[in-house]
């Protein structure tokens, strides 16, 4: 028992410093894509407009600027949703299939039984 | 277990509230569905307001009435046909030479225009397709666990009566 409380002991102590190894590691090399810290939070809330969009970083960029030469769809979600995330909403709406084939299964089992213990008594 | 504390079925505010509700909450989520490219919505959120028909049915009418009107085997075959559907036009750009779910045939018509996005239109119908059929088909498959002998007990106590 005491081999194996050290060797737990042991493993945590392993497990913690490769984790804070690797949170020191990411925040000393991620590069940082946006620093709010020019924005007055107060300025911001009264006058919403005010914030700069000209130029967004990455995928948004994308997204804003080139939607309508992309997909030509009026509704930026729509777009996201169907084109440039094609691929997970075919996993969502497959989930839902699994889901409720899970829950066909489950409930027609119990029907049977139900019936068997009914004829039965 | 049942559940018989609430809502009484064929109560006549109930049945009146569902048949003037019914027709409103069908037509307003097919046109989230329809018009999902264009504005705020889309097949999942107007596949569900759809699919509240079925509970609206069930309340007024009881469990028997709303599956005779619609019938589970049909909803469920018409899911597995949504599934298969949103998967081909998936693989309209692999068949016309691009990646997997890659829109394809997006240049016709304005902006704005219903057919204009090419598949994601078609995309976004399939899947309130599949939506609306599947959630429906699983109230209904609920609703069944509870629902038909509240319905046996009711008929006796008219009976009695």
């Known amino acids: ?121 | 277990m049942r559940f018989k504390s609430g809502i009484q079925e064929r109560s006549i505010v109930v049945k009146c509230g569902a048949d003037s509700f019914l027709p409103f909450a069908v037509t307003f989520g097919v046109y989230i569905i329809l018009f999902g490219t264009v504005s705020p919505g889309g097949g999942f959120q107007g596949g569900v307001m759809v699919a509240s028909a079925a509970l609206l049915l069930y309340l007024a009418y009881g469990f028997k009435n709303a599956t005779k009107a619609l019938n589970p085997e049909v909803l469920r075959v018409n899911e597995a046909c949504g599934a298969t559907l949103y998967v081909i036009l998936g693989m309209l750009g692999i068949f016309l030479g691009a990646n997997f779910c890659r829109n394809v045939f997006f240049n016709d018509g304005q902006v704005g225009d219903l057919i204009s996005a090419g598949t994601i239109t078609f995309m976004g119908y399939s899947v309130g397709y599949k939506v609306l059929t599947g959630v429906g088909f699983l109230l209904l498959l609920m609703l069944g666990l509870l629902a038909p002998d509240d319905d046996e007990d009711e008929e006796e106590e008219v009976a009695v009566e």
């Open chain 1, 1 to 121: 028992m005491k081999a194996r409380k050290a060797i737990t002991i042991i493993s945590l102590v392993v497990i913690l410093a490769f984790g804070l190894a690797a949170v020191v590691n990411a925040y000393l090399n991620i590069p940082i894509a946006y620093d709010g810290s020019d924005v007055n939070v107060v300025d911001l809330y009264n006058d919403p407009e005010s914030y700069d969009v000209s130029n967004p970083d990455g995928v948004a960029d994308i997204i804003v600027k080139e939607n309508l030469s992309k997909t030509m769809a009026a509704n930026n979600v729509a777009a996201v949703v169907f084109d440039f995330r094609g691929y997970d909403t075919l996993g969502e709406s497959f989930i839902l299939l699994t889901a409720i084939a899970g829950a066909f299964v489950i409930v027609s089992r119990g029907h049977k039984k139900a019936k068997k213990e009914e004829e039965k008594q």
